[in-house]
């Protein structure tokens, strides 16, 4: 089930929000990407530069950052579900394939559990290739509650 934040100007409040609830955005990975999230991020491991390299390691080509691959989950949280306004608190992500340039990666992120009390939402996030999991985890965001509420 995917849903639109109640206020687009702040995203979901933690009333707003019930288990189940969830999101999704594709995004193809280009060599652009590669190029610019190393050249942000500093990491220019050359199984994600190199060919010629890469081609002689067991993923035999280059492979996209994995933290690349988890940031469109952090999009998801810091855009559309919760969305703006909440705050990432946690991540423990598994990396059970590589994602290739060309490839077009579906992330998702679903409510999972909320803590009324602690204003926490416990997210379980995923990416998937043509249908197989590459990443997969559970995220923590804390969420406002409604003004007046």
Do not use: W
Not at 2 to 22: C, F, I, N, S
Not at 37 to 50: K, L, S, T, W
Not at 96 to 115: D, H, L
Request: hydrophobic share 45%; net charge neutral; proline share 5%.
């Amino acid at each position: 089930m995917t849903q639109t934040a109640a206020d687009p100007r702040h995203g979901y409040y933690l009333e707003d929000l019930a288990v189940g609830m969830a999101h999704e955005v594709s995004h193809t990975v280009s060599e652009r990407d590669v190029e610019d999230f190393a050249r942000i991020c500093g990491d220019y491991n050359p199984i994600h530069m190199d060919e010629a390299y890469a081609a002689q390691t067991p993923f035999g080509g280059r492979i996209a950052h994995g933290a690349l691959t988890a940031s469109y989950l952090s999009a998801i949280l810091g855009n559309n579900l919760p969305g703006p306004g909440a705050v990432f608190l946690t991540l423990d992500l598994k990396f059970r394939a590589p994602v290739r340039i060309g490839a077009t990666v579906v992330a998702r992120a679903e409510v999972a559990a909320i803590n009324q009390r602690r204003r926490i939402v416990d997210m379980a996030v995923r990416c998937t290739v043509d249908g197989k999991v590459v990443v997969k985890g559970t995220a923590g965001v804390m969420v406002q509650n409604r003004p007046g509420a």
